[in-house]
């Protein structure tokens, strides 16, 4: 009786403690302490007293889920899914305003996506009218995230 309870009550903590913690390591050993309980419950006891038991192992499990739910929801970074320190410093990709209106030589086919070359550097570059040919001379009219938009 009481190897029951204690596997009950471990398991039941780490499903709670699961929540907090990263990985699935915690909920896997407490549903398998849980399992454990339950199968010795049926070993111990009539079947019947064995899936009344089954049923309160599943109904602590759901309230146990609801419970550390409920303290997420309460807790001081609630609606916050990342951690402002860690997007601190995080800078999104973007093209150099200083390319705009310059020349550049087409250095693989753009299709229409590809790589151009100005003064002597490789950038990555979409074509504004389809397929333009290796060696062809665009011009940059704008950009997106890191790609360069260019007119042949």
Request: aromatic share 12%.
């Amino acid at each position: 009786m009481a190897i029951i309870f204690l596997l009950f009550v471990a398991g039941q903590i780490l499903i709670f403690l699961e929540f907090f913690l990263p990985g699935a390591v915690l909920a896997i050993i407490g549903i398998t302490a849980l399992l454990a309980s339950s199968i010795l419950s049926f070993m111990s006891y009539p079947p019947l007293w064995g899936i009344l038991y089954l049923f309160f192992i599943l109904l602590c499990a759901f309230c146990t889920c609801k419970l550390a739910l409920w303290k997420i929801k309460r807790s001081k970074s609630q609606g916050d899914f990342y951690h402002g320190q860690d997007q601190e410093g995080y800078t999104a990709s973007s093209f150099d305003l200083n390319l705009v209106g310059k020349e550049g030589v087409v250095s693989t086919e753009l299709k229409p996506a590809g790589h151009i070359i100005i003064d002597g550097q490789l950038y990555q570059a979409v074509s504004e009218t389809g397929f333009l040919s290796k060696g062809a001379v665009v011009k940059i009219v704008g950009g997106k995230g890191s790609h360069l938009i260019v007119r042949g």
